[in-house]
């Protein structure tokens, strides 16, 4: 084995020339630009020798450590660690004296084909069974040694822990009061105070251990109690959710896979499953907090280190089992020490108060297993942070998240191509929470150029599951893109911090709950700004908590771009979220499915959630939450609703290209089809036995040929199809190819509309998988109207079969309120049929919910043809999910509804019998099940501008900005 001695100006030479001819090599005298020599150094375990060429060899980080610090101000550095686990007594430090000097660089990489794993872990041994019945085991772990994670088999395995519902006990200002008999045992256990309970409620996941217990009675150990009993979406009196649980009794081990660690006895213990044995498992106890550190001063930062193929495992956060528990607030940053609070903080704080505000510039952040602060030019690439008890890697966070005591002041840091999975934390966690990430009192303390790219970031955030995979708070120029984050409780992606407070003005939401007594009004913007987050693959996220979005911003953030995300499997919540005080986001071609909001703007007249633009934006579920107008003025402009999975091409292209980049992708990874399909139509409506032709076009997205091309199209019963051009066999990458056919629709129609679906499939090979692909297209076929006349302010077709009659339409809304100025519609009526007094009734029998607010019925209007215009305008509508609503406009709004009431029940939607009844300028609205017994929406109202004799009839609005939908109708009479 080869060692070095201590690094002196002789030994110095020495080494050098003992490397020329081995570890120190230059690139050939050829070489267009000449890297420079390049130092190597393998590490190996096992020590031993190995090849010359391979570089100096030895057997531990600490000797690479102090023979890489010698030779980098001569060479590129490159230290290859062998295969193996790497079991480290204390963290690895990494400082400015391990940077790179005189323009070289410092790499840590795994020897090529091979698996370097540093652990902070302890393999546990010598299991034996301790209670045979139950199947636990337990095995010596050293006195004193405590974890709050166990891995087995390389997964993170649940704590003891039992279920209880919130009827079960009381809170109390000091604890709980048991009030289920069942729970009286808890007051026998023994070690009390290592027991915790955990509440997951709207959007925080908090922890609270158990001071003592006697009777009935639980008192907590403060401050956590009380750090967890105030703001919001307390333990106490949380938003939403709240479920407890009771965790790490020994008396909790119920459930195969659970375990207890008694640090007092030095035991662990194991509840196995059946025909189970831990003695021939890998079971790693956690015994460090963390894994790497790498920074050193502002004046003097870490620099120019890359660490590359190296996986990073077993780490444990030990500040919840302390008395200040984790009292969450939100994101992983929580309360950790005490503070002064109302002495009625239980009641007069469970939404926020002023002493509340006086901690908010205190709150501290969960640490990560590896740490970057005070550095510049640190790459991580191809790295795994698994199995980690905490967040995986930390990026310019406050100080009190980095163990060298100096945080922020991270610049020029790149993630990519790594892999995140398993930690009890976020995956990555960039910025500070704190007054100097915002405002720096040094300008060295900046977080700026993060990218974070290509990362597979999936079953992160296990033990504090508030925590979205990825966050970046206070970050000038952070990149985020193509990565695919999956398989949360909470958010995906997260961006920014401050709710608008720090923002130049101040918010004044943040001025009435008192935060500026405690801080400045600043005048100058933060640190975040130009944020790119772009081409992520964001699914399977919001498992536990409904508050927050699958992509989320924070404050105002000039110059970032969201775009070309596709985001899916949500739990139908929100998509693309802008929370208090966001500001100039630009969120385009980004791809949101099965939302049940897919976008929203937390947007209050006390705050600045404003100035933002939602632009080309693809979604085929969910309602649109976005104030726009005065004085929010954020922009929805091109965005399209579309039906089902019919998505357009360039929508299809999102979601092919979004998350890795599809040449890196691995059979493991999100591998969608290479080509995508659409069929559209050449008439959206015909007339019975009319004919339009429907193309069909095949894109490949891909950079390869796709063969054996063939498409087909499904028609609907009584239609015919001619074809017209035929699809290509072959289509080379990038290529795109339209073929067609010519459809006729039956000669004869019996309802007043059918919206018939056609629908192209098409099917490949990409190399040797095969693939399949579909689009639909409709044609309405409508029956003509006999006598009453139609108007659509928006493209609409109309049909009538007798007494029954349809509307297909779509439209943004029929409203003019709140900053809004839609009159898109489709109506079918009767010219001046309604006079002063008059009584105008129909059955909505059937509505497309393209929305809850979707509006189907009656409309009075003096010229139903002058949308925006014309007064005495009222409609009485039916909606999909707010029941039935009574809309008219007042006297300083005219040509636009801007007033109304709605029925008391919100469950009434179509089939729905409506009537609408004028007396003068006097209209009450009224609703119906059955035709006979009415009940009045509201009272009676003025009807403004009303002219003597008004047009009366149906209409119908989508309310949406690109999708139709339809409303059916019968029995319409004006009498």
């Known amino acids: 084995m080869h060692r070095y001695p201590r690094a002196t100006a002789a030994a110095l030479a020495a080494a050098l020339a003992a ?101 902070g872990g302890q393999q546990v041994t010598g299991w034996t069974l301790k209670d045979a019945a139950d199947n636990i085991y337990a095995a010596p772990v050293p006195v004193g040694a405590d974890s709050r994670q166990l891995y087995v088999d390389g997964s993170l395995a649940p704590r003891a822990a039992v279920s209880i519902s919130r009827s079960d006990v009381k809170i109390t200002p000091t604890g709980m009061t048991i009030v289920n008999p069942a729970l009286d045992y808890l007051a026998s256990l023994p070690q009390q105070s290592r027991i915790e309970l955990e509440s997951q409620n709207s959007f925080t996941d908090r922890y609270a251990p158990v001071q003592s217990i006697s009777g009935s009675t639980i008192t907590m150990q403060q401050p956590a109690w009380n750090n967890n009993n105030w703001g919001y979406d307390t333990l106490a009196s949380p938003f939403a959710g709240g479920s407890l649980q009771l965790e790490n009794s020994y008396s909790f081990l119920k459930t195969a896979g659970q375990w207890y660690l008694d640090p007092q006895a030095g035991q662990l213990y194991y509840k196995a499953p059946s025909n189970w044995s831990p003695t021939s498992h890998d079971i790693e106890l956690p015994r460090l907090t963390s894994l790497l550190q790498i920074g050193g001063s502002y004046s003097s930062p870490a620099h120019d280190i890359t660490v590359s193929g190296i996986a990073f495992q077993h780490t444990t956060w030990l500040q919840p089992s302390t008395s200040a528990g984790y009292a969450d607030q939100q994101s992983g940053a929580f309360l950790g020490s005490a503070f002064s609070q109302p002495s009625d903080f239980m009641t007069s704080c469970q939404s926020g108060c002023r002493l509340f505000e006086a901690a908010r510039n205190s709150w501290s952040q969960v640490p990560a297993a590896v740490q970057v602060s005070a550095a510049r030019g640190i790459t991580f690439t191809g790295d795994t942070f698994a199995h980690l008890g905490q967040v995986g890697l930390g990026i310019g966070n406050d100080a ?58 999936s079953g992160v955030a ?21 990565n695919e984050v999956s398989n949360l409780a909470y958010d995906g992606i997260d961006v920014g911090w401050g709710w608008g407070a720090n923002d130049p003005g101040g918010s004044q939401d943040y001025r009435n709950r008192g935060l500026y007594d405690y801080q400045p009004v600043y005048t100058t913007p933060t640190t975040l700004k130009n944020t790119v987050v772009t081409d992520n693959l964001i699914h399977g996220t919001k498992k536990v908590f409904h508050d927050g979005g699958s992509l989320y911003n924070l404050s105002a953030n000039p110059g970032s771009v969201f775009e070309g995300n596709y985001i899916h499997d949500n739990q139908h919540t929100v998509g693309l979220y802008l929370d208090e005080g966001s500001r100039y986001v630009s969120l385009k071609n980004n791809v949101i499915q099965d939302s049940g909001v897919w976008a929203f703007t937390n947007a209050g007249s006390t705050n600045n959630t404003n100035d933002s633009t939602f632009d080309t934006n693809w979604y085929n579920s969910g309602a649109t939450q976005v104030a726009t107008g005065s004085p929010h003025n954020n922009i929805l402009t091109g965005n399209v609703q579309v039906s089902g999975d019919s998505w357009p091409l360039a929508a299809q292209r999102v979601m092919y290209t979004a998350g890795i980049e599809p040449a890196l992708r691995t059979p493991a990874d999100s591998r969608p089809a290479p080509a995508g399909a659409a069929l559209t139509a050449g008439k959206s409506s015909l007339d019975a036995g009319g004919s339009t032709t429907l193309t069909g076009t095949v894109q490949n997205f891909s950079t390869g040929r796709i063969t054996g091309l063939k498409a087909g199209l499904d028609l609907p019963a009584g239609w015919t199809a001619e074809p017209v051009a035929p699809a290509p066999a072959t289509l080379a990458g990038g290529a795109t190819a339209s073929f067609s056919w010519r459809v006729t629709a039956p000669s004869t129609v019996t309802d ?19 693939f399949s692909t579909s689009s639909t297209a409709r044609v309405a076929v409508a029956g003509a109207l006999t006598s009453l006349r139609s108007f659509g302010s928006v493209p609409s077709v109309f049909g009538q079969q007798g007494d029954r009659y349809a509307i297909l339409t779509g439209g943004n809304d029929i409203w003019g309120a709140g900053g809004q100025h839609f009159d898109e519609y489709g109506a079918i009526y009767s010219p001046g ?118 047009d009366a009839g149906m209409i119908a609005t989508a309310h949406s900005p690109s999708a139709q939908g339809e409303a059916d109708f019968s029995d319409f009479q004006v009498s």
């Open 400 to 457: 009190d998240a980095h163990a060298s005591g100096v945080g922020l002041g991270a610049s020029s840091v790149t993630v990519s191509g790594s892999t995140f999975t398993d930690d009890s934390g976020a995956g990555i966690v960039v910025g500070g929470v704190r007054p100097d990430a915002h405002h720096p009192s040094n300008a060295a303390m900046t977080n700026q150029d993060i990218t974070i790219q290509g990362n597979r970031i």
């Open 833 to 950: 049929a309604a006079g002063p007094s008059s009584t105008l009734t129909v059955k909505v029998t059937a509505q497309q919910a393209v929305d809850p607010w979707s509006k189907a019925g009656l409309v009075l209007r003096n010229d139903l043809s002058a949308p925006g215009v014309s007064q005495g305008y009222a409609a009485l509508v039916a909606t999909p999910g707010n029941g039935v609503s009574l809309q008219w406009q007042d006297a300083t709004t005219p040509g636009y509804l801007d007033q109304f009431a709605a029925s008391v029940d919100k469950a009434v939607k179509a089939p729905v019998w409506l009537r609408l009844v004028r007396s003068g300028d006097r209209l009450s609205g009224y609703y119906s099940a059955d035709g006979a017994g009415w009940t009045q929406v509201g009272s009676a109202i003025t009807l403004a501008g009303a002219a003597a004799v008004q």
């Open 462 to 482: 296990k033990d504090y599951k508030d925590m979205a995979g990825i966050l970046s708070t206070y970050v000038t120029h952070a990149v985020i893109s193509h």
């Open 752 to 770: 007043p509309l059918s919206n018939a679906a056609f629908t192209l499939k098409a099917a490949y090979r990409s190399g040797p998988e095969q």
């Open 19 to 119: 490397l020329a001819a081995s570890a120190l090599t230059a690139a050939p005298a050829h070489a267009a630009a000449a890297p420079g020599p390049v130092a190597r150094i393998v590490v190996s375990p096992q020590g031993g020798h190995g090849p010359a060429a391979d570089g100096r060899h030895v057997s531990t980080l600490q000797e690479a450590q102090k023979l890489a610090r010698t030779l980098s101000g001569k060479a590129d550095v490159i230290v290859s660690l062998a295969g193996g686990t790497y079991r480290l007594a204390e963290p690895w430090k990494l400082t400015s004296a391990d940077s790179g000097r005189n323009g070289h660089t410092v790499t840590w990489q795994a020897l090529p084909g091979e698996q370097p794993v540093l652990s």
